[in-house]
């Protein structure tokens, strides 16, 4: 594995870190601030701008009852100064698929798209 693929699934970890801390300035640094983002939670509407992306997980992060976030099964995928990794999520006894967008800002891996959404159980 190559220092950048080693450096975005350092960043996702990062993330998921955050998330579960629910440290809100933790998850603020690590979204992209010169490049859009986006993201989509599960059972939401496409958040598009870093204003409501942050106040999504503002609120996310704010919420006592928020369960932790457990993910695994990360594969990573590069392509010059954009990457992005998708890997499983498990929310409450859920699974989740995810995919996480970074690119390569001020010499560090910044988010710039989350989605998450359900997976099908047979």
Not at 28 to 40: F, G, I, M, N
Not at 62 to 88: H, W
């Amino acid at each position: 594995m190559s220092t950048d693929e080693d450096d975005v699934l350092a960043a996702n970890r990062a993330f998921y870190e955050a998330f579960n801390a629910k440290d809100l300035p933790a998850m603020d640094a690590l979204w992209a601030r010169s490049a859009s983002v986006a993201c989509v939670h599960p059972g939401w509407n496409v958040l598009a701008g870093r204003e409501p992306v942050m106040a999504s997980w503002t609120a996310i992060l704010g919420n006592a009852a928020q369960p932790r976030v457990q993910s695994g099964a990360e594969s990573v995928y590069l392509f010059g100064d954009l990457a992005y990794v998708i890997c499983r999520e498990l929310v409450s006894g859920s699974p989740l698929a995810a995919t996480n967008v970074f690119v390569r800002e001020d010499a560090a891996w910044r988010i710039v798209h989350h989605h998450s959404s359900p997976v099908a159980v047979s």
